[in-house]
């Protein structure tokens, strides 16, 4: 019997250690979501709010560009970027720069940056955080060459020297409106690329939506919660004359 009740202790320690590992590995947020552990933060400077190229101007500009040089983004870039993705525009209400059904905002934002990709900050995947407008450091080292290759080989993506990944989380938009929610997680995407063609067109940057790629392989790249689904690939740079 005592050894019946050791081997149950033992049982109930290894599982003890387990999820502390777990913990260790990855972060709980308060909604229930995980996210993998960020290996460090990078506070991005605030958005602009105003600039000199009217609405009107970008949708008349707005083009999808293939072809980059090597300059690197600003940190500003980025923080622009992401924000016109899902900035908060309404701190009271938390509300984001695309409208989301039912404030439900499934979409998570991820930077691949390449080497030199921006100045600053190393080449890695980070995680866009918009309660508090920064980055969380989740992979290192230069990913776009095997990006490129679960994209069915895109120079584009492997010659940018940033790529904004979109992944969804489906499950908080369908367990509010059900199968249906499925729509409005794809029409919500639609919303932040437009956004992001017109905060890059603004800031002289050049970018092209993606939906040809293996949805596996970049979900297993990046390391990605099993819960989301990568959506979109957004090559962006400073275009070629």
Known sequence: MFKKKRTTAVIVATAILVGLAAVYLVWLRPNGDVFPKAFGTVKLPSPETTGPMSVEEAILRRRSIRSYTDAPLSLQDISQLVWAAQGITDPARKFRAAPS?????????????????????????????????????????????????????????????????????????????????????????????????????????????????????????????????????????????
């Open 101 to 241: 059904a039912g404030a439900t905002y499934p979409l998570e934002v991820y930077i691949v940056v390449g080497s030199n990709g921006v100045t600053g900050i190393a080449e890695g995947v980070y995680r866009y955080d918009p309660s508090e407008h920064q980055l969380e450091n989740v992979l290192r080292g230069d990913l776009r060459s095997r990006l490129a290759d679960a994209a069915l080989g895109q120079s584009c993506v492997r010659e940018a020297p940033v790529n904004i990944v979109i992944a969804a989380v489906y499950e908080r938009t369908t367990r509010r409106y059900g199968d249906r929610g499925i729509r409005y997680v794809h029409m919500e995407v639609g919303h932040v690329g437009q956004n992001l063609y017109l905060q890059a067109e603004a800031r002289g940057l050049g970018m092209v939506v993606v939906g040809a790629f293996d949805d596996d392989q970049v979900q297993e790249l990046l390391q990605l919660p099993t819960d989301q689904k990568p959506l979109y690939i957004i090559p962006i740079g400073h275009p070629v004359s």
